[in-house]
């Protein structure tokens, strides 16, 4: 779907612009973080959940659905995290530099340590998804109808022995943040029955109820744009879970405009959010020495300098990097065996 890539590209934007931002604070040139920034990772959430409700429906081997997921993930996610690694090594504050421990082992696990981080900073959001993988894999052999539910099931019942858990560990890993993935899962359904009910107008004017919706869910916060969040998910995930349906509802306008440049900018970004967001925090602590060596101290150049470099390293990485790996591994991991010649 088109109109999900787009989403895409807004969700790595949003974290880049959050993190340009924080930059920024960092750098002594502004006091404002763009904190609703954050709601990227939460849009990510949603976006897998739905996408894994529409493959999911085609798959119904445990192994195999892993087997593809990895793939999916871990191979970028280890280049990138070897490259901090040897980052790291040669000069620790580049990565570290708020001068909190940093677990290697943690870190190509994908498993968190109280008290410590991952080499990537942003790899925290890996270990979700990749719990997410695994309990939906559980539940592939199912009817397709019933897949979702009953991963949402499972989902609700972590977050509620996580809530009760005494181990730190277990309590913030199993937190509420995993009822992205049951929202995504949700939105899947929905879409599903009103997209075959709906005519093209009335999805057109029930989107525009939606963003009406998330654009006043937003505004009702105070100062919404730059205030710390409290509850992602009410505060955050909400909103995306309006502004995804409303995406979704106009997926035949993106279609009939997939041609326009805007559309196939997004689309574009949406095919390199990963790399993107894995890449763009060595882009913005480029930027940020760049912009310190030659004594620049604006804002608002400072952040855009970050975005555009982030997008330029993120498409960079796409098309030399992920863009190989991807048709290496479909070409050795899903190559179909060759028929025998029937006449030898």
């Known amino acids: 779907m088109i109109s999900i890539q787009v989403l895409r590209g807004i969700a790595a934007l949003l974290v880049v612009l959050v993190h340009s931002t924080l930059k920024a604070q960092s750098a002594g040139l502004g006091e404002r973080v763009f904190e609703i920034g954050h709601s990227g990772v939460d849009l990510f959430f949603i976006i897998s959940g739905f996408i894994m409700m529409m493959i999911g429906a085609r798959e119904n081997n445990f192994f195999l659905f892993m087997s593809k997921r990895i793939t999916r993930v871990i191979p970028l996610y280890y280049i990138i995290t070897t490259f901090a690694l040897c980052i790291y090594l040669f000069n620790p504050s580049l990565i570290n530099g708020n001068n909190g421990v940093i677990s290697i082992l943690h870190s190509y696990l994908l498993i968190p340590a109280q008290g410590k981080s991952f080499l990537l ?153 990963y790399s993107l967001y894995l890449t763009h925090l060595f882009a913005l602590g480029l930027i940020s020495k760049i912009f310190s060596k030659f004594e620049i101290e604006n804002y608002f150049i400072f952040v855009a300098t970050c975005v555009v470099g982030s997008v330029i390293g993120g498409a960079v990485c796409y098309e030399i990097v992920e863009k190989r790996i991807t048709a290496i591994l479909r070409n050795t991991i899903y190559r179909k065996p060759k028929k025998l010649n029937s006449d030898i």
């Open 121 to 273: 900073s942003v790899g925290w959001t890996l270990s979700y998804e990749m719990f997410f993988y695994i309990v939906f894999a559980c539940v592939v052999f199912m009817k397709s109808s019933a897949k979702g539910v009953v991963a949402s099931l499972i989902l609700i019942a972590l977050i509620l022995a996580g809530n009760q858990s005494s181990n730190v560990i277990l309590h913030n890993f199993l937190s509420i943040i995993l009822l992205e993935f049951a929202i995504g899962i949700g939105c899947f359904y929905f879409y599903d029955y009103m997209s075959k009910r709906l005519s093209n107008r009335n999805a057109k004017v029930l989107a525009s109820a939606f963003i009406l919706i998330a654009i006043i869910y937003i505004a009702a916060q105070h100062d919404p744009f730059f205030t710390l969040f409290q509850n992602r998910v009410l505060e955050l995930a909400i909103p995306m879970m309006f502004i995804f349906l409303a995406f979704c509802l106009c997926e035949y306008q993106f279609k009939a405009f997939r041609d326009k440049a805007p559309i196939k900018i997004m689309s574009y970004i949406g095919d390199a959010s």
